[in-house]
């Protein structure tokens, strides 16, 4: 393994630990929570369902693309997370423990937060009145992760940059399939 790796991999290590150590507050990982399971699915598909019945056709280009992302996604990260094989925080560090459930046994990438960048995108095209608000509750999910201490920090970086290349995948694709 290269230096540098090593130092962003020990830079994320010490990030990722202080953000979860500095902010476990009761009341507020009681809130992440909550967000990181809407951010699970229940959100995304409530979008994804509600879009084309409240839009008609408009909705369901929205629909669409977020759908190709999801699938994009599912594509990308898993053998990522399959090659890569980077233990989560919680199991790694003896004085941490998962807030919330921790969707598979890898923590690289962060599937919540690769989703929910992808998601975003399609908001950004169809959608750009929803982007503001969404886009603070998919910037919370992502940091919920590490905080709830399943994702380091890097985890939750590169899933964004991951989201928003398959979503943009998504809304091209879902573009030129209408």
């Not at 290590?13 to 809407?38: D, G, M």
């Not at 690769?114 to 950004?124: I, K």
Request: proline share 3%.
């Amino acid at each position: 393994m290269s230096v540098v790796l090593q130092k962003l991999i020990s830079w994320d290590e010490v990030v990722t630990r202080r953000c979860y150590f500095a902010l476990q507050h009761r009341s507020l990982i009681a809130i992440l929570q909550k967000i990181s399971w809407l951010g699970d699915g229940p959100i995304w598909l409530a979008l994804i369902v509600g879009f084309p019945i409240a839009q008609g056709k408009p909705g369901f280009y929205v629909s669409l693309s977020m759908l190709l992302a999801a699938l994009i996604n599912v594509f990308c990260f898993k053998p990522i997370k399959n090659h890569i094989k980077r233990q989560r925080p919680f199991v790694r560090f003896d004085d941490m423990a998962a807030k919330t459930k921790a969707g598979g046994q890898y923590s690289f990438p962060s599937s919540h937060t690769t989703h929910a960048f992808s998601f975003l995108m399609s908001l950004l095209v169809f959608q750009s009145s929803l982007v503001v608000l969404m886009g603070a509750f998919v910037l919370v999910i992502a940091l919920s992760r590490v905080i709830l201490g399943v994702h380091y920090l890097g985890d939750s970086l590169v899933g964004g940059v991951l989201g928003v290349g398959s979503g943009s995948s998504g809304v091209l694709v879902g573009m030129v399939v209408l």
